[in-house]
């Protein structure tokens, strides 16, 4: 079944266009409402928000609808997307939801639910959703007796600051290690920062002026180039960005050389199994983590186990198999032992703790294996199917059978906007690049 409203990642959309309007917002608070209504209790929803000033329209519209389902409103403003899994949790809530397009422009806003176990919605839950709105939501609505009431919860930012802290073992500081940190003039803001400084760290930071259109402008860990000029100019250890709402990251070390996701997961999963902390023999990630990472596993005994893109399929597969450690190359790292979903902050502590117990830089604790050659493009298309144009598919044939078993090759659309995108990747840089070009060429005289 097709869904209207719902993509990889929640709910997205350019703002006061499609469905990105106050009127669907409501309606889908509503219907929100009505799913996680069960029982006779108060029931609760917390709703966060990033730096956007579209989050002051939003916000009060999801309220209004929840509100009128009869669920009583926690709005705690800025803060970061895992903050609200853990919200919810801490409060009892039955519902959380994050107003946020995570990475994208500020002319972009999305809406993310959290059921009352912290975990993103299903695809079941997702379609009933839209269910609900598509068919009215009148019969939603309760009695003037039983509506809901909205309040500020003025503790969040604390609450969060106290649980990130508590990730890292007692006694274990950052004294001695000088930290930029790039927050994206979004969601963490205020809270990186706090949590870093409280650590020991000598903490510079960056993107923390939001204004309502600067959040990722940039910044963050989408544009890290800033970041790692800061680094470099300032002496310090290492450079952190976060984007938008904070669930991912992408780090540099002291020389500003990136180091992306895929190098953080096999960070922590080889600590982890050193100190005999992990579980389900491995890692999840996606289809576009390198085969780099998959090989540096393979060779200690541990596996990769791979989902279609999208942080939310991670974690379905971590729940079932028993992984407390799992991610994606774009930097969403999820560590089960902590979290619900990805937290940007929280891994960028696992990787500090790291350097900081060894002694050694971070450009030699964080490189982990060698990448093999991998180049990702995107095409954008405007309608229809390119990816099912005769010369488009025969395009595909023939790559994936040069790359054979030395390599892979990823064709997919992106869930939140149209494009799409193209990755390969094997020992051979030059194939691949070829390779790329030559299905993008296809796809662009398809589209």
């Known amino acids: 079944m097709g869904r209207k409203y719902f993509g990889t990642d929640g709910i997205r959309g350019t703002v006061n266009q499609g469905f990105m309007t106050p009127d669907v917002a409501m309606r889908i608070g509503l219907a929100a409402g009505k799913l996680f209504t069960r029982g006779d209790h108060v029931h609760r929803v917390v709703i966060a928000k990033d730096t956007r000033r579209s989050g002051y329209m939003f916000e009060p519209a999801l309220a209004a609808g929840f509100v009128a389902a009869g669920m009583d409103v926690y709005m705690v403003g800025p803060m970061p997307t895992p903050a609200v899994a853990m919200l919810v949790k801490s409060l009892r809530a039955d519902v959380g939801v994050m107003i946020s397009a995570s990475h994208n422009p500020h002319y972009d806003n999305g809406i993310k639910f959290f059921g009352p176990d912290g975990y993103k919605l299903s695809d079941k839950q997702e379609e009933k959703i839209e269910r609900y709105v598509d068919n009215g939501v009148n019969d939603i609505l309760v009695s003037s007796e039983r509506l809901g009431r909205a309040t500020r919860l003025e503790d969040a930012g604390g609450r969060y600051v106290e649980f990130a802290k508590a990730t890292v073992p007692t ?266 070009d030559s299905i993008c060429s296809e796809i662009e005289a398809a589209a």
């Open 171 to 436: 006694g274990v500081t950052f004294d001695g290690l000088k930290v930029v940190v790039d927050c994206a003039n979004g969601a963490a803001y205020k809270v990186a920062p706090t949590v870093l400084w409280e650590m020991g760290a000598e903490v510079i930071s960056m993107g923390v002026r939001p204004d309502g259109f600067n959040i990722n402008d940039g910044c963050g860990s989408t544009h890290p180039d800033l970041m790692c000029e800061r680094v470099v100019a300032t002496g310090a250890d290492i450079g952190i960005a976060l984007d938008g709402d904070a669930d991912r990251l992408i780090l540099c070390d002291e020389n500003g050389r990136i180091i992306d996701g895929d190098q953080i997961m096999a960070l922590i999963t080889r600590n982890w199994h050193k100190r005999g902390l992990l579980k389900g023999g491995g890692l999840v990630s996606t289809v576009m983590s390198n085969l780099g990472l998959e090989r540096l596993l393979q060779a200690e005994g541990l596996t990769l186990e791979r989902t279609q893109v999208g942080d939310r399929y991670v974690v379905e597969r971590m729940r079932s198999g028993g992984f407390n450690v799992g991610g994606e190359q774009s930097g969403h790292i999820v560590l089960s032992d902590f979290s619900t979903t990805g937290d940007g902050l929280v891994s960028a502590l696992q990787v500090l703790m790291e350097i900081s117990c060894s002694g050694k830089p971070a450009s030699v604790t964080c490189r982990q294996f060698d990448p093999v050659p991998q180049l990702l493009k995107n095409v954008r298309y405007k309608g229809g199917d390119p990816l099912s144009a005769a010369n488009v598919v025969k395009s595909i044939a023939a790559a994936e059978s040069e790359l054979g078993a030395s390599g892979r090759l990823v064709i997919r659309k992106s869930g939140t906007e149209p494009v799409v995108r193209v990755m390969a990747e094997g020992d051979n840089e030059d194939i691949v690049t070829r390779l790329v």
